[in-house]
């Protein structure tokens, strides 16, 4: 082992912490079970319990944020795990911590790695001015204010509601909701909101923080202009194609889970999401996966899939038939929401030839076309290579070429030569002692 | 009101540029409140600026202290803090 990194020794190691591996952690800390959890921000909670500058917490995250303090369960923040591997006594995770190499030798794993925006490209996306609408969200919970600048929201799904609501109550000149939805669906996801009246009260509070912007449903947004930075884009409803003069556009297609790293275990998957049994277990023994790694489904679903994992990890106990039964009601209503967003298919001729699509490689459209699959494009193209791996653009990619998303190698996150080498024995590591950086990242 | 809103503000300074902002914040959130959206070159030299703002995308890089490549959306803004948006491609 490389002098400097750590090592710790746990019976499970949860990555990540947002209401999923917080869940997790604190039923299989409870146990009392040594719990360490990874959580790459610097604070626990996830995007939807991040709380800086965003007013008040909601309740349960400050229950639940109590409940893992007093848990005994280890919380490491800054921490992104690179590599992990099996072997005959569990596995061991090599992680950068604060820039550090950590090592956990742990019996299982609860991967709680939570989802990411999805992004389609467009002409102009690349503009300072243009970001995620999650991104605005996570922007605005680290301190940021949207005080008096012109915000257009265009893609899709559920989000777009919060955080028009969070933008507008904050001050933002917002001009335009834009769903890319049609009427129809977006009605269907409405009346799934019917059947959970919480989930109706709520939506309906967010839209009455924005009521003078209009919510436009078959709208999307084709193209983004400015020089250097944003200063207007064009918006499309399919009959009707005009401008807008705006400071910032918020645009995300949904959320999509973060795989990267159960793929790396060799966990199976299906349809983009980590394919769980009845007690959260993957195709891997030991290893679980919680919350919306497993589909996108919400903190409430996340909750109870993280205590499952948390009070069955380890132990032949079967999870209570009360969390069984709260975890199919939400299954069943969040998940069909959620699909009510797929993209409609004038979304595939957004990027034009000279567009680019991997913003790490600057890598246009009209280059990775030639390309057959993502593997070919990543050899050929260098896109998907950049110190994203891929995260930014394959996913865009998949759905505008019908490509299957690549297999996964370490290191998934870039780091340097030094923490890459801690897991290896004193011997070989020396001959790679040095704070370059490798994987071709930067 | 949040505590670390209430707390005195900080001086950073940004490209050479002594400014104050407000502590606890994400010095993304403090790049974008001093209407810098610009924070990086790409490869072929295109100003770039924040994207997903929880650490995924890696287009908010920065040189943080002399380090380059350091992610503005996950690292919190620190009293004398030095941060340059030239580069990082």
């Given at each position: 082992m490389t002098a400097g990194a750590e090592m710790l020794i746990a019976d499970v190691a949860v990555v990540g912490a947002g209401p999923a591996g917080i869940a997790a952690a604190v039923c299989a800390a409870e146990r009392g079970l040594r719990v360490v959890v990874l959580d790459r921000?610097?604070?626990?909670?996830g995007q939807i319990w991040r709380?800086?500058?965003?007013g008040p917490v909601p309740q349960i995250a400050r229950q639940w944020l109590a409940r893992l303090d007093k848990s005994g369960a280890r919380i490491m923040p800054g921490t992104s795990v690179v590599d992990a591997s099996a072997d005959a006594s569990g596995f061991q995770i090599i992680a950068n911590s604060l820039g550090h190499a950590q090592i956990v030798r742990t019996t299982s794993v609860i991967l709680a790695t939570g989802a990411r925006e999805m992004f389609i490209p467009f002409?102009?996306?690349?503009?300072?001015g243009v970001m995620g609408i999650g991104g605005a969200q996570a922007l605005l919970k680290s301190g940021a204010s949207f005080s008096g600048k012109r915000v257009i929201i265009a893609g899709s799904g559920p989000l777009m509601l919060p955080v028009a609501a969070a933008l507008a109550s904050g001050?933002?000149?917002?001009?335009l909701v834009a769903e890319q939805a049609s009427l129809p669906a977006v009605a269907r996801f409405a009346v799934e909101l019917w059947k959970t009246p919480t989930m109706l009260l709520q939506a309906a509070q967010y839209r009455a923080r924005f009521l003078s912007t209009p919510f436009s449903t078959g709208t999307w947004v084709t193209a983004a202009h400015g020089?250097?930075?944003?200063?207007s884009v064009t918006v499309t409803n399919g009959r009707r194609t005009w401008r807008e003069p705006v400071d910032i556009l918020c645009s995300g297609y949904g959320l999509i889970p973060n795989i990267e790293l159960a793929q790396l275990i060799g966990c199976e998957t299906r349809d983009g999401c980590v394919f769980v049994d009845a007690?959260?277990?993957?195709?891997?023994?030991n290893v679980l996966a919680v919350g919306?790694?497993?589909?996108?489904?919400g903190a409430p679903l996340s909750l109870v899939e993280g205590e499952i994992a948390g009070m069955t990890v380890g132990s032949t106990q079967s999870p209570s038939a009360i969390l069984l039964r709260r975890r199919a009601t939400f299954q069943a209503s969040a998940r069909r929401m959620f699909d009510a967003f797929a993209p409609r298919a004038?979304?595939?001729?957004?990027?034009?030839?000279?567009?680019?699509?991997?913003r790490c490689e600057d890598v246009t459209y009209g280059s990775v076309?030639?390309?057959?699959c993502a593997r070919q494009a990543k050899l050929y193209?260098?896109?998907?290579?950049?110190?994203?791996q891929g995260r930014t653009c394959m996913p865009g990619l998949e759905f505008l070429l019908g490509w299957h998303s690549d297999t996964v190698r370490p290191p998934i996150e870039p780091a340097t030569v030094s923490i890459l080498s801690s897991g290896v024995a004193d011997n070989a590591s020396s001959a790679f002692a040095s704070n370059s950086c490798v994987g071709d990242v930067f | 009101m949040d505590q670390r809103r209430a707390g005195s503000e900080l001086e950073i300074v940004v490209d050479g540029q002594r400014v104050r902002v407000a502590p606890g914040i994400s010095v993304a959130a403090a790049l974008f409140n001093l209407d810098?959206?610009?924070l990086r070159e790409s490869v072929s030299g295109a100003p770039r600026g924040a994207v997903?703002?929880?650490?995924?995308?890696?287009?908010c890089r920065v040189t943080i202290d002399n380090s380059p490549h350091q992610r503005a959306c996950m690292i919190a803004v620190v009293d004398g803090m030095n941060i340059c948006t030239a580069g990082n491609s």
């Open positions: 921000a610097l604070e626990p909670g709380h800086v500058n965003s002409e102009g996306w690349t503009l300072p001050g933002a000149k917002l001009l020089a250097g930075r944003l200063e007690r959260q277990r993957t195709s891997i023994g919306e790694t497993t589909g996108i489904g004038e979304l595939r001729a957004l990027p034009a030839a000279e567009t680019i699509v991997c076309q030639r390309a057959t193209t260098r896109a998907g290579m950049g110190p994203c | 810098i959206l610009s997903c703002g929880m650490g995924v995308c890696f287009e």
